[in-house]
């Protein structure tokens, strides 16, 4: 922030006088908190203990009873768009992030870039004299800046942010992730064996970050976001913290939500006489298909086993991720930072229901639209949590878990899908002790919340740009009166077409599912909730009450037209991954990729997904030649090329189903040659499997041929890119160690031909166009 330089300026240095404080950084106001946020992926309110859930959260329970719990609090019901939010205090679609990162569409709400106009708080308080810091997920690095050729204006530190270590996508291997530090890629700095794991790491480096700068700058005040890749899939946790739950959900989740209402009840967490929703939440009866809840009784002694187990890893991940936090409390009471420190803790969604009703071993196949299924499931029950599964529960206990709401993630019209934990402690700033607060907020609020804290305004003006106002309200008010009314008016809701606003007590949602694909939106039925009187959101009050649905229908549409919320989508999965951002194809067709470069992320790499394709790499051979010529994707979906044991291998592996799909021949003699494969595609079918033959080549010779499935929607949401020379991340085949360099030799380059392809998928297009007669 620049200052008016106050010296003087003479011919001669001896008449003149300097001013450093025109040029120093500001300082912040005298006894000014530190910040830290922590944020949680996928966690209904009932999961976590302080709200009455059976998961242990031993740091949140010791923060909940020294601060204040919130029971209104709500967010977008999805991961990127929320987060958006808590960098700048606007609405989702105002910030771009009307979807997720991956799924952006060319739109001024959905394109995944922050406008200049929305500066962050990091970028804010930097300013006024805070250091920042931003560990974990990321996943607001728009889906065109994923590569290391990209601009990195929207990527953390071009945000506002002094350090950044995490990953930039929606997900990641909590065993294998693809870590960034600051502006880099960077590898892992130990293995699963020794101990890795990314909730541990994560910690580790964000007391690194607040020691560096105390020890320089020790009475500078930082803002810490926290994002640990918990609870989103894979639900990855040490088999100690996944024994300690075993039998815990052996009663299934229908009972577990008639167990957890008593608790929240009990708690203070709800009013007497809150009712449970029913799973399925339209007014006749009917659910989006994918969505559905299984019951219990209707489960075969083994799908009970199956899906307790589930639930074990996950609420295993939760606590163990929380036990890492701990070690953050630790340090930060043990070297006197905590009372001075406002704490909000948090999650960014409710419970997430992309396991499917049958809960799935791969999450990866929900976003390739491929079903899951309870054989494949139990095949692998003793090795859930293990880096051998990428692990999710059923869409039962995503209800469970978000008791006593309406559905889950994804769904904005219900609390469901918005009302999340959040617990404040800062025993400098808030009087009150163990206490709850009913006020209805929002995560627009946070930003408000931490300025009013930190004594600082939002500026009119940042970097040289009139600012927008901001959209939400701070929560300071709410700290020391527990009686006090809210001061929120209005909140919007939309999320993948699903809509729903709350206004002074009342709210409307749409009977419209998410990626349903039908459009018909004017259609649709909207129901109607008193909320100061059924927090449930159980009784539907719209029959009675016509005009009252008339008047907030449309004050949705007044507040979607001003907020950027149209145009509206429900494609489905494949019609959002026809919208979705890809780098324009050369002319030709054809990409060159080299060795010693880093790996390039699927968005901008040569699209191999639903198309025909070929891949042909110039290596130099020589008598000791192993490792990988070139891959992409993980074991849970992806392909390599590589050499072991004097064979030449092209392995895919189609969504981590056994067995790896494979085709293998000599390797060359020693010296130049081209190998590669090509893959022609012949259909797709109905489980959304790109069907076709592999042929793989040495020079020109064809030494293998055979039919295989191809992965139709991604290879991963966890970042595993396209790398030449070695497997990035987790192996794509269990043929070999994670990495696995090629060596004895050299690969000289790799070229892709997609031109027969060329990213033009006419069946999925005309199907989605189809769909909306």
Same mark, same amino acid.
């Given at each position: 922030?620049?200052?008016?330089?106050?010296?003087?300026?003479?011919?001669?240095?001896?008449?003149?006088?300097?001013?450093?404080?025109?040029?120093?950084?500001?300082?912040?106001?005298?006894?000014?908190?530190?910040?830290?946020?922590?944020?949680?992926?996928?966690?209904?309110?009932?999961?976590?203990?302080?709200?009455?859930?059976?998961?242990?959260?031993?740091?949140?329970?010791?923060?909940?009873?020294?601060?204040?719990?919130?029971?209104?609090?709500? *967010?977008?019901?999805?991961?990127?768009?929320?987060?958006?939010?808590?960098?700048?205090?606007?609405?989702?679609?105002?910030?771009?992030?009307?979807?997720?990162?991956?799924?952006?569409?060319? &739109?001024?709400?959905?394109?995944?870039?922050?406008?200049?106009?929305?500066?962050?708080?990091?970028?804010?308080?930097?300013?006024?004299?805070?250091?920042?810091?931003?560990?974990?997920?990321?996943?607001?690095? !728009?889906?065109?800046?994923?590569?290391?050729?990209?601009?990195?204006?929207?990527?953390?530190?071009?945000?506002?942010?002094?350090?950044?270590?995490?990953?930039?996508?929606?997900?990641?291997?909590?065993?294998?992730?693809?870590?960034?530090?600051?502006?880099?890629?960077?590898?892992?700095?130990?293995?699963?064996?020794?101990?890795?794991?990314?909730?541990?790491?994560?910690? =580790?480096?964000?007391?690194?970050?607040?020691?560096?700068?105390?020890?320089?700058?020790?009475?500078? !005040?930082?803002?810490?976001?926290?994002?640990?890749?918990?609870?989103?899939?894979?639900?990855?946790?040490?088999?100690?913290?996944?024994?300690?739950?075993?039998?815990?959900? =052996?009663?299934?989740?229908?009972?577990?939500?008639?167990?957890?209402?008593?608790?929240?009840?009990?708690?203070?967490?709800?009013?007497?006489?809150?009712?449970? /929703?029913? &799973?399925?939440?339209?007014?006749?009866?009917?659910?989006?298909?994918?969505?559905?809840?299984?019951?219990?009784?209707?489960?075969?002694?083994?799908?009970?086993?199956?899906?307790?187990?589930?639930?074990?890893?996950?609420?295993?991940?939760?606590?163990?991720?929380?036990?890492?936090?701990?070690?953050?409390?630790?340090?930060?009471?043990?070297?006197?930072?905590?009372?001075?420190?406002?704490?909000?803790?948090?999650?960014?969604?409710?419970?997430?229901?992309?396991?499917?009703?049958?809960?799935?071993?791969?999450?990866?196949?929900?976003?390739?639209?491929?079903?899951?299924?309870?054989?494949?499931?139990?095949?692998?029950?003793?090795?859930?949590?293990?880096?051998? *599964?990428?692990?999710?529960?059923? /869409?039962?206990?995503?209800?469970?878990?978000?008791?006593?709401?309406?559905?889950?993630?994804?769904?904005?019209?219900?609390?469901?899908?918005?009302?999340?934990?959040?617990?404040?402690?800062?025993?400098?700033?808030?009087?009150?002790?163990?206490?709850?607060?009913?006020?209805?907020?929002?995560?627009?609020?946070?930003?408000?919340?931490?300025?009013?804290?930190?004594?600082?305004?939002?500026?009119?003006?940042?970097?040289?740009?009139?600012?927008?106002?901001?959209?939400?309200?701070?929560?300071?008010?709410?700290?020391?009166?527990?009686?006090?009314?809210?001061?929120?008016?209005?909140?919007?809701?939309?999320?993948?077409?699903?809509?729903?606003?709350?206004?002074?007590?009342?709210?409307?949602?749409?009977?419209?599912?998410?990626?349903?694909?039908?459009?018909?939106?004017?259609?649709?039925?909207?129901?109607?909730?008193?909320?100061?009187?059924?927090?449930?959101?159980?009784?539907?009050?719209? =029959?009675?009450?016509?005009?009252?649905?008339?008047?907030?229908?449309?004050?949705?549409?007044?507040?979607?037209?001003?907020?950027?919320?149209?145009?509206?989508?429900?494609?489905?999965?494949?019609?959002?991954?026809?919208?979705?951002?890809?780098?324009?194809?050369?002319?030709?067709?054809?990409?060159?990729?080299?060795?010693?470069?880093?790996?390039?992320?699927?968005?901008?790499?040569?699209?191999?997904?639903?198309?025909?394709?070929?891949?042909?790499?110039?290596?130099? &051979?020589?008598?000791?030649?192993?490792?990988?010529?070139?891959?992409?994707?993980?074991?849970?979906?992806?392909?390599?090329?590589?050499?072991?044991?004097?064979?030449?291998?092209?392995?895919?592996?189609?969504?981590?189903?056994?067995?790896?799909?494979?085709?293998?021949?000599?390797?060359?003699?020693?010296?130049?040659?081209?190998?590669?494969?090509?893959?022609?595609?012949?259909?797709?079918?109905?489980?959304?499997?790109?069907?076709?033959?592999? *042929?793989?080549?040495?020079?020109?010779?064809?030494?293998?041929?055979?039919?295989?499935?191809?992965?139709?929607?991604?290879?991963?949401?966890?970042?595993?890119?396209?790398?030449?020379?070695?497997?990035?991340?987790?192996?794509?085949?269990?043929?070999?160690?994670?990495?696995?360099?090629?060596?004895?030799?050299?690969?000289?380059?790799?070229?892709?031909?997609?031109?027969?392809?060329?990213?033009?998928?006419?069946?999925?297009?005309?199907?989605?166009?189809?769909?909306?007669?």
């Amino acid at each position: 922030m620049s200052r008016t330089f106050n010296g003087t300026i003479s011919l001669d240095i001896r008449d003149s006088e300097p001013d450093w404080e025109a040029f120093l950084d500001a300082k912040a106001p005298k006894d000014a908190p530190n910040v830290l946020v922590i944020l949680y992926d996928d966690t209904g309110q009932a999961a976590w203990s302080p709200y009455g859930g059976r998961i242990e959260m031993p740091t949140l329970d010791r923060l909940a009873k020294n601060g204040l719990t919130y029971t209104q609090w709500h *967010t977008t019901s999805v991961c990127s768009p929320t987060r958006s939010c808590f960098l700048t205090g606007r609405n989702h679609h105002s910030n771009g992030f009307g979807t997720i990162a991956e799924s952006a569409a060319g &739109f001024p709400g959905y394109a995944g870039h922050i406008p200049p106009e929305n500066a962050t708080i990091a970028t804010v308080l930097r300013d006024a004299g805070w250091s920042t810091f931003w560990v974990g997920k990321n996943h607001n690095v !728009p889906v065109d800046a994923f590569d290391i050729g990209a601009n990195r204006k929207h990527w953390p530190l071009g945000l506002g942010y002094d350090r950044f270590y995490g990953f930039i996508g929606g997900e990641t291997n909590q065993w294998y992730p693809e870590l960034i530090e600051d502006n880099h890629f960077v590898q892992q700095p130990y293995m699963p064996e020794e101990g890795y794991h990314f909730s541990r790491d994560i910690v =580790d480096k964000a007391i690194g970050f607040i020691r560096d700068t105390r020890q320089s700058r020790a009475d500078k !005040p930082w803002y810490l976001w926290l994002c640990p890749g918990a609870n989103h899939a894979p639900h990855h946790a040490p088999q100690e913290y996944i024994d300690k739950y075993k039998g815990k959900f =052996d009663d299934g989740y229908d009972a577990y939500r008639t167990w957890v209402l008593a608790r929240m009840i009990e708690k203070g967490i709800l009013p007497d006489g809150t009712a449970l /929703t029913p &799973f399925n939440p339209m007014s006749d009866g009917t659910f989006v298909e994918a969505d559905g809840v299984r019951p219990w009784d209707t489960l075969s002694a083994d799908e009970k086993r199956l899906f307790s187990r589930m639930a074990e890893v996950y609420a295993a991940f939760s606590e163990y991720t929380d036990v890492q936090i701990g070690r953050l409390v630790d340090y930060l009471e043990e070297s006197g930072q905590l009372d001075n420190t406002l704490i909000l803790y948090c999650a960014d969604n409710g419970a997430s229901g992309e396991g499917s009703p049958d809960g799935s071993v791969n999450e990866n196949r929900f976003f390739n639209g491929y079903p899951d299924d309870i054989e494949s499931n139990l095949a692998m029950i003793d090795r859930l949590g293990s880096p051998d *599964t990428y692990n999710h529960y059923p /869409t039962g206990w995503a209800v469970a878990f978000s008791t006593p709401y309406r559905m889950f993630k994804r769904y904005s019209q219900y609390a469901g899908g918005t009302c999340d934990p959040l617990v404040v402690h800062w025993p400098k700033g808030i009087k009150a002790r163990g206490e709850v607060r009913n006020q209805y907020h929002h995560c627009t609020d946070i930003v408000p919340t931490i300025l009013e804290c930190c004594g600082i305004r939002f500026p009119d003006v940042v970097e040289g740009v009139k600012q927008a106002p901001l959209h939400g309200v701070s929560m300071r008010y709410s700290f020391d009166d527990a009686g006090t009314p809210t001061r929120k008016e209005t909140q919007y809701y939309e999320m993948l077409s699903t809509r729903g606003i709350w206004h002074k007590g009342w709210k409307a949602a749409t009977e419209h599912g998410p990626m349903i694909n039908t459009g018909k939106f004017d259609q649709d039925r909207w129901q109607l909730f008193h909320t100061d009187e059924d927090r449930a959101e159980a009784h539907d009050l719209a =029959d009675r009450h016509p005009e009252k649905v008339k008047e907030l229908a449309a004050l949705w549409l007044a507040e979607a037209e001003k907020y950027n919320a149209l145009p509206l989508n429900d494609y489905g999965v494949v019609g959002i991954h026809s919208l979705e951002y890809k780098v324009a194809p050369p002319e030709d067709g054809r990409y060159v990729y080299y060795p010693g470069t880093t790996e390039v992320p699927e968005a901008s790499a040569a699209r191999t997904l639903g198309a025909s394709f070929k891949i042909l790499a110039e290596v130099e &051979f020589t008598a000791d030649s192993q490792g990988v010529v070139v891959s992409q994707g993980s074991r849970f979906g992806g392909y390599t090329l590589f050499v072991k044991d004097d064979k030449l291998n092209f392995v895919y592996n189609f969504l981590g189903i056994p067995p790896e799909q494979k085709l293998a021949g000599p390797v060359p003699a020693p010296g130049k040659h081209v190998v590669g494969v090509e893959f022609k595609k012949a259909s797709i079918s109905e489980k959304n499997e790109t069907l076709g033959t592999t *042929t793989l080549y040495v020079d020109d010779e064809a030494i293998g041929s055979a039919d295989m499935r191809t992965n139709s929607g991604h290879y991963s949401l966890a970042g595993e890119g396209l790398a030449v020379g070695y497997d990035s991340g987790d192996p794509v085949s269990k043929e070999y160690p994670p990495g696995f360099p090629f060596k004895g030799g050299r690969v000289i380059k790799v070229i892709y031909d997609v031109a027969d392809d060329a990213y033009i998928d006419i069946e999925r297009r005309f199907a989605a166009a189809l769909a909306r007669d």
